[in-house]
């Protein structure tokens, strides 16, 4: 079946640093592939998002590509910053039955120190 | 715009209570979702309405688990018997008809607690 894979965390970076968080899937067919951020106490909120091969998801100063060779979906960020410390996740969606149900990797915890 | 709105937000329940959970989604979002995120984990998914009609249940959603959404719009999560492994949060989501790249909004979540 579907799934995602993301790097364990919690990655631990100071301000200015470049992030790297790795996310690799498994599905059939061409899904569309998902950032979501999480906030300490909130609900998730969609970073970015790419819906077929080569395509870019930006947004914030964060990237991630959409690379159907290597099945993967990195999520990079030049400079991080405190405000970006959070819960991310990697999520696909394969449009089956004509709907977007997501599936979830676990997530990595980010810590950004000043 | 209002987002997708959970109640309640936190939960504490004695072990064998029935509790409920209440979503009101984005206005003209034909779409409603149910997940479960438990601690350190991604979100699984629950279950999925289009309009009022249930479209597919998750084998997480054991017989204790029933989701409704009676009119199309707000739905309701209710957990009956609750046990220690339903501690968890409840997120409730909710997109517009569309192809696969289409965007789900989520809530806030609501947290349940079960001692």
């Known amino acids: 079946g579907n799934s995602v894979t993301q790097m364990e965390g919690p990655v631990t970076l100071s301000e200015e640093a470049f992030l790297t968080i790795n996310c690799t899937y498994t599905a059939t067919g061409y899904p569309s592939l998902f950032w979501y951020v999480q906030y300490p106490g909130e609900g998730l909120q969609l970073l970015l998002k790419a819906t077929k091969a080569d395509d870019k998801g930006s947004n914030k100063g964060f990237e991630a590509t959409y690379r159907k060779e290597t099945t993967s979906f990195h999520l990079e960020k030049g400079s991080v910053q405190v405000s970006d410390s959070a819960v991310y996740f990697c999520a696909l969606s394969d449009g089956a039955g004509g709907y977007n149900k997501l599936i979830f990797g676990a997530g990595t915890r980010l810590a950004v120190h000043p | 715009d209002t987002g997708v709105s959970q109640d309640p937000r936190h939960k504490i329940t004695k072990r064998g209570q029935n509790v409920t959970f209440r979503c009101d989604p984005i206005?003209?979002?034909?779409?409603l979702y149910w997940y479960r995120q438990t601690l350190g984990q991604g979100p699984e998914f629950l279950t999925y309405?289009?309009?009022?009609?249930?479209?597919?249940k998750s084998r997480l959603l054991s017989d204790r688990f029933s989701a409704e959404r009676p009119k199309g719009s707000f739905s309701t999560l209710e957990i009956q018997r609750t046990e220690q492994g339903d501690s968890a949060m409840y997120l409730c989501a909710s997109s517009q008809q569309a192809n696969s790249g289409n965007t789900i909004y989520f809530g806030e979540g609501s947290w349940l607690t079960v001692v």
């Open positions: 309405f289009q309009n009022e009609a249930q479209l597919e």
């Open positions: 206005s003209e979002h034909n779409r």
